[in-house]
């Protein structure tokens, strides 16, 4: 929490590798293994070593939880070894696990939430490259830009907008910026969290 002094070592005993990639006010999320050379596990931390959840459910070859709020967690899933990954939510339990997978793509991954949004990358067949998607609601919708190559969206803000990076068709890596628009209709809709994404982006020098 800003000092030197103040890191806590979430580690838990029993486990060989753990890692925190996500957080927020209450809550951390990453991934770890069991044993040396394991399969990794999405866990969850609420501020102590002692209060790890577990997020994998015995079947899966693998997962890991990337970002999260006080009540979600979001990030991805393999079936099996060689199955790509679906992305998911959970909130707080490895059975709570909702999968985000859109119906016949090949591969999905869930990078980042803002309160029930949450936004990342699918590949609709096998040797696509990724597009920017958004979850909300249940449904999703695809935000890849006309004229990119690949995208993906690792980042939503309280007022929707949303980061993320793209390849342009000549091979360029730039960032890009998806602005928020209100619904034209009200701006309560906007308030309660249900915001329209526009198509339009900035490159980000």
Same mark, same amino acid.
């Given at each position: 929490?800003?000092? &030197?002094q103040?890191y806590? #070592? =979430?580690?838990?005993?029993?486990?060989a590798?753990?890692?925190?990639g996500?957080? %927020?006010e209450?809550?951390?999320?990453?991934?770890?293994?069991?044993?040396?050379?394991?399969?990794? $596990? /999405?866990?969850?931390?609420?501020?102590?070593? %002692?209060s =790890? @959840?577990?997020?994998?459910?015995?079947n899966?070859?693998? *997962? !890991?939880?990337?970002?999260?709020?006080?009540?979600?967690?979001?990030?991805?899933? &393999? !079936?099996? &070894?060689?199955?790509?990954?679906?992305?998911?939510?959970? *909130?707080?339990t /490895?059975? !709570?696990r @909702?999968?985000?997978?859109?119906?016949?793509?090949?591969e999905?991954?869930?990078?980042?939430?803002?309160? #029930?949004?949450?936004?990342?990358?699918?590949?609709?067949l096998?040797?696509?490259?990724?597009?920017?998607?958004?979850? $909300?609601?249940?449904?999703?919708e695809?935000?890849?830009?006309?004229?990119f190559?690949?995208?993906?969206?690792? %980042?939503?803000?309280?007022?929707?907008?949303?980061?993320?990076?793209?390849r342009?068709?000549?091979? @360029?890596?730039?960032?890009?910026?998806?602005q928020?628009?209100?619904?034209?209709?009200?701006? =309560?809709?906007?308030?309660?969290?249900?915001?329209?994404? !526009?198509?339009?982006?900035?490159?980000?020098?």
């Amino acid at each position: 929490k800003g000092t &030197r002094q103040s890191y806590v #070592d =979430l580690h838990p005993s029993g486990w060989a590798y753990t890692s925190a990639g996500g957080n %927020s006010e209450s809550t951390q999320v990453g991934t770890g293994a069991q044993t040396t050379g394991g399969s990794f $596990h /999405a866990l969850l931390w609420r501020g102590t070593p %002692s209060s =790890l @959840v577990d997020l994998s459910r015995p079947n899966d070859d693998s *997962s !890991s939880a990337v970002a999260c709020t006080d009540t979600f967690q979001v990030g991805l899933y &393999r !079936s099996s &070894r060689f199955a790509p990954p679906h992305a998911v939510r959970w *909130s707080g339990t /490895a059975e !709570s696990r @909702v999968d985000l997978h859109p119906a016949g793509a090949y591969e999905s991954a869930a990078l980042a939430i803002f309160g #029930d949004t949450v936004v990342g990358y699918v590949n609709l067949l096998q040797y696509e490259r990724s597009r920017a998607v958004i979850w $909300h609601g249940g449904s999703y919708e695809i935000i890849h830009p006309e004229g990119f190559d690949e995208s993906n969206a690792t %980042s939503i803000s309280a007022n929707g907008d949303i980061v993320g990076y793209g390849r342009t068709a000549s091979g @360029v890596n730039v960032g890009l910026l998806w602005q928020a628009v209100p619904e034209p209709s009200s701006i =309560l809709v906007l308030a309660l969290g249900v915001v329209g994404i !526009s198509q339009r982006f900035k490159k980000c020098q």
